[in-house]
């Protein structure tokens, strides 16, 4: 229990490391950071499917959007079996949208889902599940930047992050 403890600590530590310093914000190609998270988690011999595109660099912290965009794929692939994320963008605002194949969420733990620590899986055991923190960030980095993240039930099956940040 202590080790496991400790272990939380340390990864909500190190996800909330940089979070109170000011954004560095910068052209991001959005298009290159999700080809890299693609590439990272096939290496790893996980699924991942991107599509869509964007029309030009996005304004942003790209270890941050990373870090969101991370945790969001992380979820759908050790959730949901795969990833498919589809971009689309806007003169307003650039929309990721990540979904799973996996069973999704019930309604009514959809927010509660982004509160620090809160896990849908509730065994204590670590290899099915995170420490409920990834969500939460990365609802919080996107908001930081002026847009938001939410959840549902996608019509066909599994569970689609929507994560829309302004242009």
């Not at 052209?27 to 998270?37: E, F, H, I, R």
């Not at 011999?45 to 660099?57: D, I, K, Y």
């Amino acid at each position: 229990d202590l080790r496991e403890m400790e272990a939380m600590v340390t990864e909500a530590l190190s996800a909330l490391r940089g979070l109170d310093s000011p954004a560095a914000s910068q052209p991001v190609d959005l298009m290159a950071l999700l080809q890299s998270l693609q590439a990272d988690q096939q290496e790893m011999g996980r699924e991942v499917h991107l599509s869509g595109q964007t029309g030009a660099p996005l304004s942003g912290d790209p270890a941050r959007l990373r870090r969101a965009l991370g945790n969001l794929v992380d979820n759908a692939v050790l959730y949901g079996q795969r990833a498919h994320i589809r971009v689309s963008d806007t003169p307003q605002a650039v929309t990721v949208q990540v979904r799973d194949e996996g069973p999704g969420i019930a309604p009514e733990l959809q927010e509660r889902v982004f509160d620090p620590f809160y896990r849908v899986e509730a065994s204590r055991n670590r290899s099915t599940g995170g420490t409920g923190l990834g969500l939460g960030l990365a609802r919080n980095i996107a908001r930081a930047a002026g847009g938001d993240l939410t959840l549902r039930n996608h019509p066909e099956g599994g569970l689609e992050a929507s994560l829309v940040l302004p242009r």
